[in-house]
């Protein structure tokens, strides 16, 4: 035989395998993106006595600005539905079949639970459905709603296109927490912090705004003892319990100085927290330590901050103001609410792991019996052009 | 199967029968041209042999005189010649001679003053030099005939070339003539060691193809490798240096071209310095460059004019552009097809919103927007300039505004076919750039059925390809595939001329040494 016969065979075998893949695997997963449901948002509610009811927000096609056509307007752009069922898989199932687009869960941001429901029933099962589905991600955001999530879903805000949209950008401005999926379910595991997520409710001032429509509020915390909400606070120990978390971001401190009328505000620029563990003779003690650096963003006060004295004063008066935060958030978790969510746990196991041990299993009543220690520290860096009432009263 | 061989064994013996007889006519030609070997003594044989040949064309002219009482007379093709120089230094030096009986070597040198001249005994020789252009002069009772060298012929001047403009750099462009794309050469390289070596190529046409090289900075072996490969092609004619280059690739179905051609002096004078070799094909402004890689295709002359710090970025620019240009629209349609978790929100829905009235998958939208794009450049290419505008115009406002008004096609596929389109047009050689735009159709077709999976598989086949190819013995991804560390200065960044110190390793011959180290400027 001669090369040019063994060439043309060759071609033809690699050429019939090309076209075999490329024919019987032809496109198996293929799904058009109109063919497709957006899912942005999933509330979770209490429905009878073990069933749940699954709301989901989804996007209506033809709504964006970029789209042109139809819709727009001030029309809503999405629509909530809701299905019940004994568990996520089935309540979603009952509700594909009110969809002809399949439901995508790809660009799912949030997922809200019933106060009620995470009471009783916890988070973790519905979660979990979460965690194993290839199309959802874990980097969504949970939060916990006063009232029924479904409402939560429903309410139309006057800035953002959705409720998912509002969250997700909430939940970034760092005011309160900020927890995903993947957060809850390593909080779960009980070598870590106790969880905490987000509180929101439907805002209920609707002084302002447009007919039908709702602002979502931030209301604090709630606290989890395991799988299931124990105890919340509200948003001031919040803001508090961030320090706990090294999660601070663009605070507003205000102080009223002694020696004269008026305030003082400061906004931290940045703001680090650490959690140091010790042991001494059998005593448990923790040292939260605080560092920050701020400017002084309003000064209604007579005070020349400029004077190297009055400024350490104002500073030391910071210092203090941040303090009784921190000693707010303590007595209120370690009398209150028992649950470990400002991270004594995790920094006790790294640093002393055998002794920690010891009291793994009931750490949420030995916690409490720990000792906290304070070392705030403020670095005021820029006073700003006008420091002091002299120079606006020329 | 058997079939399929039968088939094949019946074409391979009918493919050698009809070599065969090319072979024997060959032979019979040959035979033919030998026989009337040598020139008869008796004039008017000659010029009526020369009549014949030429099958009584009407532009051969033969213009009979005398020298003293012997006749002469001499040939030329009229539109090749210079006819006001054949009769102020030939005609009228020899008509005015009173001494008979010349020796044709005297006459050369006391009468004739034409600097390119010579002597042949053969009829066939005459032949050949009439159609190349020269003139024959005959004189009674001589076995030989004098030919001289006078040609001219209308030619296009010396202009900027359309294709690869420049901001910066010289704007001659070679043209048609092949001796005056010499001397644009030999004007750059004042040097005895640039090497030009003519040979003919085409049977009937009789094309001259020439070699240039720098001596002792071209590779020797390269030289006889160009040299042996241009001596084995074997056809009727060369209308243009693409012929040549498709009979001298190391891969002839590769979709990557392995010749580099360009129009400009410049370009050819650089590249010699580095050791390539250049192949000038007479009648064709294009000059190629042996061998070539994949990078010197996306390179422009300009990198070396500008600063090197531009220089470097424009490359980098330029290799974003290559990737856009395979690949953007198969991303776009395994994205969306495939992997719509992959997108932002955001944007996924505002793609989605807009898909919404298009009646074909993603798929069969790119494809049909692609082909859309090809058509109106290919239009746009072959129209007069003041058509083109128009075709312009009409594809702007159909596909950009008609189509997507419409739902035939969404807002974000334009974009995308146009961002890839314009993307291709960035890369500076447009054989280069037309080859990928073309290798990205199959791309589509396996992103639309096997997702980014598919996309993998194909720049997979391709890598592996290019990995493969040769260029006149030189890897096409030299100096990155095999790594060549020192060669990177000029791949992956445009190193400052003061850096430039050697050639690369895989073209320069024995002169290493480009220049003296430790020129970096600076204040003394």
């Known amino acids: 035989m001669s090369i040019i016969t063994d060439q043309w065979k060759k071609y033809c075998v690699i050429g019939g395998w090309f076209l075999v893949i490329l024919l019987s695997s032809g496109c198996w997963d293929r799904v058009e993106v109109n063919d497709i449901a957006f899912v942005l948002g999933t509330g979770i509610d209490y429905y009878g006595e073990k069933e749940i009811e699954l709301s989901i927000e989804v996007k209506l096609p033809g709504t964006t600005e970029a789209g042109g056509m139809g819709g727009g307007n001030g029309d809503q752009p999405t629509f909530v539905q809701s299905a019940t069922g004994k568990t996520v898989a089935e309540a979603i199932a009952n509700l594909q079949m009110r969809f002809p687009r399949k439901l995508f869960w790809g660009h799912n941001r949030v997922i809200i639970f019933n106060e009620k429901f995470v009471r009783e029933l916890g988070v973790k099962q519905e979660l979990e459905y979460f965690s194993r589905s290839p199309e959802a991600r874990t980097r969504d955001k949970v939060f916990v709603t006063q009232g029924k999530a479904k409402d939560l879903l429903t309410a139309v805000q006057h800035l953002e296109d959705s409720t998912a949209e509002t969250l997700r950008e909430l939940s970034g401005t760092n005011i309160g927490l900020d927890v995903s999926i993947r957060d809850v379910l390593l909080g779960l595991k009980n070598e870590e912090t106790e969880v905490a997520v987000p509180m929101i409710a439907v805002s209920a001032d609707t002084e302002?705004?447009?007919e039908g429509k709702n602002e979502i509020e931030l209301l604090g915390t709630a606290v989890f003892k395991g799988n299931k909400m124990s105890d919340w606070m509200n948003m001031r120990l919040t803001r508090g319990l961030l320090w706990f978390k090294n999660e601070i971001n663009l605070a507003t401190v205000t102080i009223a100085p002694e020696v004269d009328d008026g305030y003082i505000s400061a906004l931290m620029i940045d703001a680090k927290s650490e959690l140091i563990p010790e042991i001494h003779d059998g005593q448990w003690k923790i040292t939260i330590k605080a560092i920050s650096e701020d400017d002084i963003i309003q000064n209604s006060t007579e005070l020349d901050l400029t004077e190297m004295d009055v400024l350490q004063s104002v500073e030391r008066q910071l210092e203090v103001e941040i303090k009784n935060r921190l000693v707010e958030v303590v007595d209120k978790v370690q009398q209150e609410i028992k649950s470990d969510v400002l991270g004594f746990n995790e920094a006790f196991r790294r640093e002393y792991p055998e002794?920690?041990?010891?009291?793994?299993?009931?750490?949420?009543?030995?916690?409490?019996?720990?000792?906290?220690?304070?070392?705030?520290?403020?670095?005021?860096?820029?006073?700003?052009?006008s420091t002091g009432k002299q120079e606006s009263e020329e | 199967m058997r079939f399929l061989k039968r088939f094949l064994q019946k074409r391979q013996q009918k493919k050698q029968q009809r070599l065969e007889k090319q072979?024997?006519?060959?032979?019979?030609?040959?035979?033919?041209?030998?026989?009337?070997?040598?020139?008869s003594t008796d004039i008017n044989e000659n010029?009526?042999?020369?009549?014949?040949?030429?099958?009584?064309?009407?532009?051969?002219l033969f213009r009979t005189f005398s020298i003293g009482s012997s006749q002469a007379c001499i040939v030329y093709v009229s539109g090749l010649t210079n006819e006001d120089r054949i009769y102020e230094n030939v005609l009228t030096p020899l008509m005015e001679a009173t001494e008979e009986a010349h020796s044709l070597q005297e006459l050369i040198e006391k009468k004739i003053s034409v600097s390119e001249i010579k002597q042949v005994q053969t009829f066939h020789e005459v032949i050949n030099d009439l159609a190349g252009g020269f003139q024959a002069l005959l004189l009674e009772g001589h076995q030989s005939a004098i030919i001289i060298g006078l040609p001219k012929w209308e030619k296009r001047s010396i202009e900027e070339p359309t294709a690869e403009q420049v901001v910066r750099g010289p704007r001659e462009g070679f043209t048609e003539t092949i001796d005056d794309n010499i001397s644009m050469l030999r004007r750059r390289i004042r040097s005895p060691r640039l090497t030009i070596q003519m040979k003919k190529s085409?049977?009937?046409?009789?094309?001259?193809?020439?070699?240039?090289?720098?001596?002792?900075?071209?590779?020797?072996?390269?030289?006889?490798?160009?040299?042996?490969r241009l001596d084995r092609i074997n056809i009727d004619g060369v209308i243009d240096s693409g012929y040549i280059e498709e009979l001298i690739e190391d891969n002839p179905y590769s979709p990557f071209p392995q010749v580099l051609n360009t129009e400009r002096p410049d370009v050819i004078a650089a590249y010699l310095l580095e050791g390539h070799v250049a192949v000038l094909v007479d009648g064709s402004p294009f000059v190629m460059i042996v061998p070539t890689t994949i990078y010197s295709l996306l390179q422009s002359s300009e990198d070396y004019y500008e600063r090197y710090i531009i220089g470097t970025i424009i490359r980098w620019m330029r290799y974003l552009f290559v990737v856009i240009a395979l690949l953007f629209p198969s991303l776009y349609v395994a994205i969306l097809t495939f992997h719509q978790e992959m997108l932002p929100t955001?944007?996924?829905?505002?793609?989605?919103?807009?898909?919404?009235?298009?009646?074909?998958?993603?798929?069969?939208e790119a494809l049909l927007m692609e082909m859309m794009f090809e058509i109106l450049r290919e239009a746009g290419i072959r129209l007069p300039k003041q058509v083109g505008q128009a075709v312009g115009i009409v594809g702007a406002l159909i596909i950009g505004e008609a189509a997507v008004r419409a739902g035939i096609v969404s807002a974000p596929m334009v974009i995308v076919v146009a961002v890839t389109g314009i993307s291709s047009f960035a890369i500076p050689r447009f054989n280069a750039g037309i080859s990928i735009r073309m290798l990205r159709f199959p791309i589509i077709i396996l992103a639309g059925s096997l997702g980014l999976l598919g996309i993998m598989l194909g720049v997979i086949a391709i890598v592996v390809h290019l990995c493969s190819l040769r260029s006149f013995g030189m890897p096409y991804l030299g100096p990155l595939a095999p790594l060549?560390?020192?060669?990177i200065k000029?791949?992956?960044?445009?190193?400052?001329?003061?850096?430039?110190?050697?050639?690369?390793?895989?073209?320069?011959?024995?002169?290493?040494?480009?220049?003296?180290?430790?020129?970096?400027?600076?204040?003394?």
């Open chain 1, 208 to 210: 302002g705004t447009a």
């Open chain 1, 355 to 385: 002794q920690w041990h010891e009291h793994k299993d009931d750490w949420n009543q030995f916690f409490t019996t720990i000792e906290v220690d304070y070392d705030v520290k403020v670095y005021v860096r820029r006073l700003g052009l």
């Open chain 2, 23 to 39: 072979k024997n006519q060959q032979q019979q030609m040959l035979q033919q041209m030998a026989a009337d070997i040598q020139l």
């Open chain 2, 47 to 60: 010029i009526k042999n020369i009549q014949e040949s030429f099958h009584q064309s009407s532009d051969i």
């Open chain 2, 202 to 228: 085409g049977a009937i046409t009789n094309t001259a193809v020439v070699v240039a090289y720098i001596n002792g900075v071209a590779n020797d072996k390269l030289v006889t490798e160009v040299n042996s």
């Open chain 2, 346 to 364: 955001t944007l996924i829905l505002s793609i989605a919103d807009s898909r919404e009235m298009v009646p074909f998958p993603a798929l069969i």
């Open chain 2, 484 to 487: 060549q560390l020192k060669d």
């Open chain 2, 490 to 524: 000029d791949v992956l960044m445009r190193a400052p001329r003061w850096k430039m110190d050697t050639r690369p390793h895989l073209t320069g011959g024995t002169d290493r040494e480009r220049q003296a180290s430790n020129q970096q400027p600076g204040p003394n």
